[in-house]
């Protein structure tokens, strides 16, 4: 019967599947595209629905390594078939799953904690610097996005706006991307004055929680000097730097293992999440062992889910896949490549600004036209709406809504560059036309 059951749900329309969904889930679920995608199947970077037509996946990130990759998949069924419980158990999975992301790691960072979500690494970062300091202060980048649960929430203000940061948080401007040539050191200097103030505040300044690409903003890097300098005004406050991987790390941005490794310094707390399961729920909170200890003396952390012999099986299969098919080399070199792709684009059509990021994270504003370059969002949602028929999958992000999207699995190849770029290229010839 609930085969019969689940079979069936495959033959619905996406309409009729969006009224049930509708009726039973709530209202605050959204979904992408005017037209809801149903999904029933993935391989690599490529999504089918009911009907059978396929999609070119250049959004998704949680499928790090591709959708359903066959390593990752046959290790999570082996262990899921041998044992999996939580981690007041010895098990080596997770230990040897430890010991090899903090090679990947700074040498200062020594130490990890595993949990299952980005949500649940960031809210533990910041309970670790609040006990570590004695502080509950926060600094974090305008329009930033580090979790929905309240601990962190709170001062995510790309869910609620400026007007909803709490007295405890203040948020600094998003610097400029590289490309801009703009001093980053002379730029962080801007933190100096909010730094100073909230370390004078009942407060005090707890840590400063960064991405290392600014992705809710509107996909910013982070220009040479920038983080070093606001690691020293920070730490001149008492508080500590969590670099927030989520988004930017396991080779995303190309150059480097982790996105914060592009500027040369080395985090006090260092958060990961989404794509180290590659869609297995986990997240890891990587520091310096003092913290650990300091931490430790007054506080415990337990995860039930966190660490589970299957979450280091995952882990480690992740990992295999990142070493053994070249994938910093291959988001290198693709990176480079969709760089000029969209670089060319942007000079051939009066409606695309600014093209920003890297490796295989990239954003290009959509603009109203090139004198007043002012956002504009409706088209924005045109084009991702356009490319979706034309099947492929990108989105929209930044402060206005008008800066599209690219960030596909890290599996994303030349060829697979060359289809996104040329579809662009038509749907933005057919906009125009229109």
């Known amino acids: 019967m609930w085969f019969g059951a689940f079979a069936m749900a495959h033959e619905e329309t996406p309409d009729v599947l969006f009224q049930r969904r509708s009726k039973v889930l709530s209202p605050s679920y959204y979904h992408h595209y005017d037209e809801p995608l149903h999904a029933v199947r993935a391989q690599g970077v490529t999504i089918w629905d009911q009907a059978g037509k396929a999609y070119l996946d250049c959004y998704n990130n949680v499928p790090s390594v591709g959708h359903c990759h066959p390593h990752v998949i046959d290790a999570l069924t082996k262990q899921a078939s041998a044992i999996n419980a939580h981690s007041r158990y010895l098990h080596d999975t997770i230990v040897t799953y430890a010991e ?44 930033a996005y580090h979790g929905n649960a309240l601990a962190v929430g709170d001062f995510s203000i790309y869910r609620g706006g400026a007007s909803a940061t709490p007295e405890f948080a203040r948020a600094i401007p998003v610097p400029p991307s590289e490309e801009t040539g703009v001093d980053g050191r002379a730029f962080a200097d801007q933190t100096a004055p ?48 969590v670099m927030d991987e989520v988004q930017s790390g396991l080779t995303r941005l190309g150059d480097n293992m982790w996105g914060f490794m592009d500027s040369g310094i080395v985090p006090d707390i260092v958060t990961m999440g989404k794509p180290m399961g590659a869609g297995y729920p986990l997240s890891i909170v990587a520091a310096k062992r003092p913290i650990f200890e300091a931490f430790a003396e007054t506080r415990q952390y337990f995860n039930t889910f966190g660490g589970t012999p299957v979450a280091g099986a995952v882990g480690n299969a992740v990992l295999d896949v990142i070493e ?18 969209f670089e060319s684009l942007r000079q051939r059509f ?81 906009n125009e036309r229109n």
């Not at 690409?213 to 300098?229: C, E, K, M, Q, V």
């Not at 053994?324 to 792709?341: P, Y």
């Not at 949602?381 to 992000?397: F, H, K, P, Q, Y």
């Open 100 to 143: 090899r992301v903090l090679e990947t790691l700074p040498a200062e960072l020594d130490m990890c904690v595993f949990a299952c979500s980005g949500t649940e690494a960031n809210a533990l970062a910041y309970d670790i610097a609040r006990t570590v300091t004695g502080h509950r202060g926060v600094i974090v980048s305008e329009g």
């Open 350 to 430: 009066d409606c695309l600004g600014q093209a920003r990021g890297k490796g295989l994270f990239h954003g290009i504003e959509v603009i109203s036209d090139p004198r007043s370059r002012q956002p504009d969002r409706m088209k924005a949602t045109e084009i991702v709406n356009d490319m979706r028929r034309a099947g492929v999958l990108i989105s929209a992000c930044g402060m206005f809504g008008n800066v599209l999207k690219v960030r596909p699995p890290l599996v994303f190849s030349q060829r697979d560059a060359d289809q996104l770029l040329t579809t662009l290229e038509r749907v933005l010839g057919q």
């Open 194 to 241: 909010v730094a100073a103030d909230l370390g004078r505040s009942e407060f005090g300044l707890a840590m400063a929680m960064i991405d290392s690409i600014f992705d809710a903003p509107g996909i910013f890097t982070a220009p040479s000097g920038y983080l070093a300098r606001l690691a020293e005004i920070v730490r001149s406050q008492g508080g500590l730097l």
């Open 324 to 341: 053994g098919e070249n994938i910093l080399q291959s988001v290198g070199q693709v990176g480079r490549d969709l760089t000029a792709g």
